[in-house]
């Protein structure tokens, strides 16, 4: 919030927001002046195709006549590039994941997780390319306050993100309800923009990341 307050533009007005994507759909849904959605991450487009487009459908409600969604999505396919991405020399993700596990002890009240019995790894798949992380128990685990039981062995896999190419984003867009009016693609090939339109309202533009998007919605 103090970052909030040391913001000054003219005719511009700063919230800070704390919570999930739907507490800030329904948040937004009580602003009347024309708004443009943001989400140049993993937000949109990023699950396995049927809950990707499940997760677009609700933001719609949201989006009225001459609104706009900007979605950012990175399409990389190369399988070594895509290892090297999430499992980096410096070792920033494994630090940012396991820093996250140590803290569900805090949240959980339990102490079920610690560094020493269980190893990171991931797993990179194709049609469509993908990585997921991997957790493999290096010992038993045991938390019956919590009613955990991992074997030595097991496996847990999580935090999953898919790199579709604009092919796969078309169907998505349409099955949403949101019609492609333009495409923009880097000279690498790597990054394009797409703009659609939605077949019921005027208004949003989706921007991804080796395909970026620009959708709005069609009366």
């Not at 399988?79 to 569900?104: A, K, P």
């Not at 685990?141 to 955990?148: H, T």
């Not at 533009?205 to 009366?219: K, P, R, T, V, W």
Request: hydrophobic share 40%; with cysteine.
């Amino acid at each position: 919030m103090r970052e909030l307050a040391e913001l000054s533009y003219p005719y511009i007005q700063f919230f800070g927001l704390w919570g999930t994507f739907e507490d800030g759909r329904q948040w937004l849904q009580g602003i009347q002046q024309p708004k443009c959605v943001l989400s140049l991450g993993s937000m949109f487009g990023n699950d396995e195709f049927d809950l990707a487009v499940q997760r677009m459908l609700p933001w719609r409600e949201a989006l009225g006549p001459g609104d706009l969604m900007l979605l950012g999505m990175e399409a990389r396919a190369d399988y070594d590039e895509l290892w090297r991405m999430y499992h980096d020399e410096q070792g920033v993700w494994e630090s940012f994941i396991r820093n996250g596990l140590r803290q569900s002890n805090t949240l959980l009240g339990r102490e079920w997780y610690r560094d020493q019995d269980w190893a990171l790894t991931g797993q990179v798949g194709q049609n469509p390319p993908h990585h997921k992380f991997v957790l493999v128990a290096t010992r038993s685990v045991r938390n019956a306050a919590l009613g955990l039981h991992v074997e030595k062995g097991e496996a847990v896999e999580f935090f999953e993100s898919w790199k579709y190419g604009p092919e796969v984003m078309h169907r998505q867009f349409e099955q949403a309800g949101l019609a492609l009016r333009d495409q923009w693609v880097s000279p690498s090939g790597e990054f394009c923009m797409y703009y659609r339109q939605s077949e019921s309202f005027p208004g949003v533009c989706a921007n991804l990341i080796q395909d970026q998007y620009l959708l709005s919605f069609s009366q």
